[in-house]
């Protein structure tokens, strides 16, 4: 069983930063990509950084430049810098693996940790 587990999130005023981890543990042969979504409160849950296994980025347009996001495939940890926050990007924070081959078969799936609340005051 793949778990994951977020952490580093809170409460910061706008213009702050913040840094989130994720770990993932379990048996597992790789995971092809990582990332963060975020859902605000009577939002859906949305895309904000992704990375994969050769480090390839993408971001959501409301975050270039602001967030950076990084990973440790060793440790099969993801990494979500934040700064220079805004009272938008309130709202709980979930890793995300994708593409996560388990043994025996190596048959891939998708997995979620609980999520992180973030929360920026303005």
């Known amino acids: 069983q793949v778990q994951l587990v977020e952490s580093g999130g809170g409460l910061v005023q706008a213009g702050g930063s913040l840094r989130l981890s994720c770990v993932a543990s379990?048996?597992?042969?790789?995971?092809?990509?990582m990332g963060w979504h975020r859902q605000a409160p009577g939002e859906q849950r949305e895309l904000v950084a992704r990375?994969?296994?050769?480090?390839?980025?993408n971001y959501a347009d409301s975050v270039k430049g602001r967030f950076t996001i990084s990973r440790d495939n060793a440790k099969n940890t993801v990494y979500l810098q934040m700064n220079s926050l805004k009272p938008e990007d309130t709202g709980v924070y979930y890793c995300?693996?994708?593409?996560?081959?388990?043994?025996?078969?190596?048959?891939?799936?998708?997995?979620w940790g609980r999520g992180t609340q973030v929360t920026v005051s303005s």
């Open positions: 995300n693996a994708a593409g996560v081959a388990v043994p025996p078969t190596g048959r891939r799936y998708d997995y």
């Open positions: 379990g048996s597992m042969f790789s995971i092809a990509a």
């Open positions: 990375i994969t296994s050769g480090g390839g980025t």
